[in-house]
């Protein structure tokens, strides 16, 4: 049972680099969420998905984008990395049908900006 | 905008005390409140997940409440053991929002 696995699990990037996060499921989850995780915090929303071709912004989306092709696959894209996007990425999902069910988690991405 | 707050933030209790975890939320208009937990460099495992409907969920040792109307839920952790020590976190749904509240860490000594 994978669940959801997150790739990669630490990254270090320079200022004004890009990178993609990928992040994938084997539950058939119609809904899928890119969270970030800063010190002491909660974590904040940044897209969720809702099913395939289908994104929507969170309360935190300004300096991502996301796709959704597949119902598996749902990557993260930071285009141009600054140091305020330190934080660590985490990726879910869950069915949602006639009631709620449970998000999923995966382990995380690490993700350092210098 | 929805606001979740958990108190306290941190608690350490002594092995096989009974102990609850609060969490608050500010708009009422949810459809469901779930419970995690975090283990240090993990992600979150879900423990409960209660209906906007639902007053109740038990899992084992575990059991939470929620009062819509006064914009609260509890997590009730019997007998408390040292493998229960994480930081807990609530989370409530609004439209297709999730919003967090920042955790309570417990630390359980043997």
């Known amino acids: 049972n994978a669940g959801v696995t997150q790739t990669p699990k630490f990254r270090i990037l320079k200022i004004g680099q890009s990178m993609t996060l990928q992040c994938t499921q084997d539950m058939n989850h119609n809904y899928m969420y890119w969270y970030r995780q800063d010190p002491g915090m909660g974590l904040k929303l940044i897209y969720y998905?809702?099913?395939?071709?289908?994104?929507d912004k969170g309360e935190v989306p300004n300096g991502y984008n996301v796709s959704r092709s597949t119902t598996e696959d749902f990557p993260l894209r930071l285009e141009l990395a600054a140091p305020s996007q330190t934080s660590v990425y985490f990726c879910?999902?869950?069915?949602?049908?006639?009631?709620?069910?449970?998000?999923?988690f995966g382990d995380g991405t690490r993700l350092s900006i210098l | 905008k929805q606001e979740v707050t958990q108190i306290p933030a941190a608690l350490s209790v002594p092995e096989g005390e009974n102990l609850v975890l609060n969490c608050s939320f500010t708009d009422s208009a949810i459809y469901n409140l779930q419970w995690f937990r975090q283990d240090p460099g993990k992600g979150l495992t879900s423990l409960l997940l209660i209906q906007s409907s639902q007053r109740e969920q038990t899992s084992g040792r575990l059991n939470a409440s929620l009062d819509k109307s006064s914009g609260r839920s509890t997590l009730y952790i019997a007998a408390s053991q040292p493998g229960d020590s994480a930081t807990y976190l609530c989370a409530v749904r609004t439209g297709n929002q999730f919003y967090f509240g920042t955790g309570t860490s417990l630390t359980v000594i043997p």
């Open positions: 879910a999902s869950s069915w949602k049908g006639e009631r709620n069910q449970p998000q999923h």
């Open positions: 998905s809702v099913g395939a071709g289908i994104t």
